[in-house]
């Protein structure tokens, strides 16, 4: 039988560097992962569909969205606080780019963002949709500076919901991207 002897002497002077190698290189991994993934414009996209979602509940006894605007909007409280401190850009509700008031046969209506950079259009744009908001939304279009107008919409070949990262880079460029998100 042979016997196995260990030379404890070895084991006193271990050197860590490797160890603190592999831990910094795992934590900026994970860092990276996060970075990557991570949608710094998520909290701005849900307030957007909190407010449609806000507008919907107001309007759901009525017959269309008669009279709906950016001002009747605030006034009615159906604007969410967090999209209101979003000043840096201009944001309007309505129908259309410039937020007409509804008339009484309208079924949809806008909401608008105005003066995007390319970042964040890239991340409104791609923002993960929830279910509940699936329902209701009909289509995005992201209109930008060379005036190019591009429309997303469920089950469209060219163009499909939900936007992929891919896509919205292609559409958004660096400024003056104006985003309509459309809903029921």
């Given at each position: 039988?042979?016997?196995?002897?260990?030379?404890?002497?070895?084991?006193?002077?271990?050197?860590?560097?490797?160890?603190?190698?592999i831990i910094s290189?795992?934590?900026?991994?994970?860092?990276?992962?996060?970075?990557?993934?991570?949608?710094?414009?998520?909290?701005l996209h849900e307030?957007?569909?909190?407010?449609?979602?806000?507008?919907?509940?107001?309007?759901?006894?009525?017959?269309?969205?008669?009279?709906?605007?950016?001002?009747?909007?605030?006034?009615?409280?159906?604007?969410?606080?967090?999209?209101?401190?979003?000043?840096?850009?201009?944001?309007?509700?309505?129908?259309?780019?410039?937020?007409?008031?509804?008339?009484?046969?309208?079924?949809?209506?806008?909401?608008?963002?105005?003066?995007?950079?390319?970042?964040?259009?890239?991340?409104?744009?791609?923002?993960?949709?929830?279910?509940?908001?699936?329902?209701?939304?009909?289509?995005?279009?992201?209109?930008?500076?060379?005036?190019?107008?591009?429309?997303?919409?469920?089950?469209?070949?060219?163009?499909?919901?939900?936007?992929?990262?891919?896509?919205?880079?292609?559409?958004?460029?660096?400024?003056?991207?104006?985003?309509?998100?459309?809903?029921?």
């Amino acid at each position: 039988m042979e016997r196995i002897y260990v030379n404890l002497k070895r084991f006193r002077g271990v050197n860590y560097n490797g160890l603190i190698i592999i831990i910094s290189l795992v934590f900026a991994l994970i860092t990276l992962c996060y970075v990557l993934l991570h949608n710094p414009y998520q909290k701005l996209h849900e307030q957007i569909f909190q407010t449609a979602y806000n507008i919907r509940t107001y309007y759901s006894d009525h017959p269309g969205y008669w009279k709906l605007n950016t001002e009747s909007a605030i006034d009615d409280k159906l604007v969410s606080k967090e999209l209101l401190k979003h000043t840096e850009y201009d944001f309007k509700i309505g129908i259309g780019v410039n937020g007409d008031t509804a008339l009484p046969s309208d079924s949809v209506f806008d909401i608008v963002l105005s003066g995007v950079n390319k970042s964040t259009c890239i991340g409104l744009v791609e923002a993960k949709v929830g279910k509940k908001q699936l329902l209701s939304l009909q289509k995005i279009t992201v209109i930008n500076s060379d005036g190019d107008t591009t429309e997303f919409t469920w089950g469209d070949n060219k163009h499909p919901l939900p936007v992929t990262k891919y896509a919205a880079r292609n559409v958004c460029k660096p400024t003056q991207n104006t985003i309509l998100w459309n809903f029921q």
